[in-house]
């Protein structure tokens, strides 16, 4: 608070300063695959489906894990974690927006303080230390709507906030087709948002049909931390 508490935010939404939308991979066919599990009440289910698809085609993938989530899927975590194909990400304590003055998305209250926006990152920051030993790289918010200030908290705490630049599966909402449509359009470069915690969801049958037809048009799947 000491810090940021008196920090006017300039910015509201996907792409605030400091955020990380897209690979930075120039002339390369690059793409990072992201899936968020966002806990509570905006889902605790596991799409073992597309999961065991990533798996069968050996396709990375960045996870962004919130800690309901995973407190939610104890065993299910432990395994993804020991898997070298996928990256664990942050995706917060409470899947909150990240905001300084308690702004809103998708009806969502976001954090009101400084002090809220360092306990919705660091809470689950802890608790992935602890699990995985070593602290995530990246963090998500809750909706991915976020200010220039939060996005500052995040970076002192060591993690860099990502959002997207491809809204693969509307957070849950589309279609197998919709989704396979929209990601298999996604350009080099692209960072896709999808979800792996809703497997009612048309996400695992749309990622099943983009992957391939991305891989026959020379594009190549990689974690965030691997991008180059």
């Known amino acids: 608070m000491a810090r940021w508490g008196h920090a006017v935010p300039r910015s509201w939404g996907f792409d605030a300063p400091g955020v990380v939308r ?24 596991y799409d073992r489906a597309l999961i065991d698809f990533l798996r069968r085609r050996e396709i990375p993938a960045t996870l962004f ?13 432990r395994r993804l974690a020991g898997e070298p194909l996928f ?18 998305a998708y009806g969502i209250p976001g954090t009101h303080s400084a002090a809220e926006v360092y306990d919705e990152v660091n809470g689950n920051r802890v608790k992935l230390s602890h699990l995985l030993g070593t602290p995530p790289r990246f963090f998500r918010p809750g909706t991915a709507y976020c200010d220039d200030v939060a996005s500052r908290i995040v970076a002192s705490l060591g993690e860099r906030c990502v959002s997207f630049s491809v809204n693969g599966d509307g957070g849950a909402t589309f279609t197998p087709e919709q989704v396979r449509t929209t990601v298999s359009s996604a350009p ?16 695992a049958h749309g990622i099943m ?20």
């Open 22 to 45: 897209t690979l930075p991979t120039p002339g390369r066919q690059q793409i990072a695959l992201t899936f968020d599990a966002c806990g509570g009440p905006g889902g605790s289910g």
């Open 65 to 77: 894990l919130n800690s309901r989530w995973i407190d939610a899927n104890p065993a299910v975590f």
């Open 209 to 228: 049909a983009a992957v391939p037809r991305l891989l026959s048009t020379g594009h190549t799947f990689v974690r965030l931390s691997d991008a180059r």
């Open 87 to 104: 990256e664990i990400a942050n995706h917060g304590t409470r899947h909150l927006p990240l905001s300084v003055t308690g702004r809103s």
């Open 188 to 203: 080099a470069g692209s960072i896709v948002i999808c979800h792996m915690n809703h497997p009612e969801g048309g996400t």
